[in-house]
């Protein structure tokens, strides 16, 4: 299964948090706005970056239940928790699961709200398919963030732009853990999958803008589409090394990547 290092979590978690559409963001607010209390379960919660980021707009009374195979982020998580105690949470729980097998039932039992961040586009269309099965079965809200839509764009332009993205999107449909991930087409694939079930979709835009705000974050993504892109093998090497030379020497270089929110509410909601 594909993991992540809390170094790269944290560097992200900035960008991301400056990220989440607003319209869809206000929405699940609103949704649950009045409720004297708040059942969440997060998964693949990695080290907690979105607990941090939606739980200051859901009101008090909060139960949050962090849901990640790697215990190493979940200690982390437990630990910037313990550092820094997230508005409106009374009650905070770690759970090591693994959910490459699409077995959400145990884990998302007794939440009012399934969410997740940066997850789905690494997720096969058949675990998405048992992801919304199971949430409709409790008839629960599910809301996830920043799931990869395969548009990216690249400041100043070089040549090999149009390759190394359309070579990514083929590397990020390539098997992540949970069988061949849906990659770019994850969020479409998440609507389906709700839409079956009688759930109303809001799906809204939230891209990164890399500029020089977020100039390290940039480069360590840039090398990283630029390893990704090496493992296809479909590009030679000096080609991917031109476009890294032309994105680490340009000042001004911006990196933009397209995701996409999304929320289902179940019928009558």
């Known amino acids: 299964m594909t993991g992540f290092s809390a170094d790269w979590l ?75 105690p997230p508005a409106g949470v009374t009650s905070l729980t770690f759970r090591e699961a693994d959910l490459s097998g699409g077995d959400f ?70 098997d992540k853990g949970f069988g061949r991930a849906a990659g770019p087409d994850a969020t479409e694939a998440l609507a389906r999958a709700f839409a079956r079930h009688g759930y109303r979709i809001l799906r809204g835009k939230s891209p990164w803008v890399l500029d020089g705000t977020f100039d390290r974050l940039r480069r360590e993504l840039d090398r990283g589409w630029a390893g990704a892109v090496l493992e296809t093998g479909r590009i030679p090497k000096d080609t991917i090394d031109a476009w890294l030379a032309h994105r680490d020497h340009a000042a001004d270089a911006v990196t933009i990547v397209g995701h996409e929110d999304i929320l289902a509410l179940p019928p009558g909601a």
């Open 105 to 174: 039932a145990p884990v998302i039992a007794g939440a009012d709200l399934v969410t997740a961040a940066a997850l789905f586009d690494l997720v096969s269309a058949p675990v998405i398919d048992r992801l919304a099965d199971s949430v409709a079965a409790n008839g629960q809200v599910f809301a996830t963030v920043l799931t990869y839509d395969g548009i990216a764009a690249f400041l100043p332009p070089h040549p090999a732009d149009s390759a190394m993205r359309d070579l990514f999107n083929a590397h990020q449909r390539g």
């Open 10 to 84: 944290a560097l992200r978690e900035p960008a991301d948090h400056a990220s989440v559409n607003a319209l869809v963001r206000d929405a699940v607010r609103g949704h649950f706005a009045g409720r004297p209390s708040l059942a969440v379960v997060d998964l693949g919660s990695g080290a907690g970056s979105n607990l941090r980021g939606l739980s200051p707009v859901l009101g008090a009374n909060q139960a949050w239940t962090l849901v990640d195979y790697d215990p190493k982020l979940l200690a982390v998580a437990k630990a910037r928790a313990e550092a820094a």
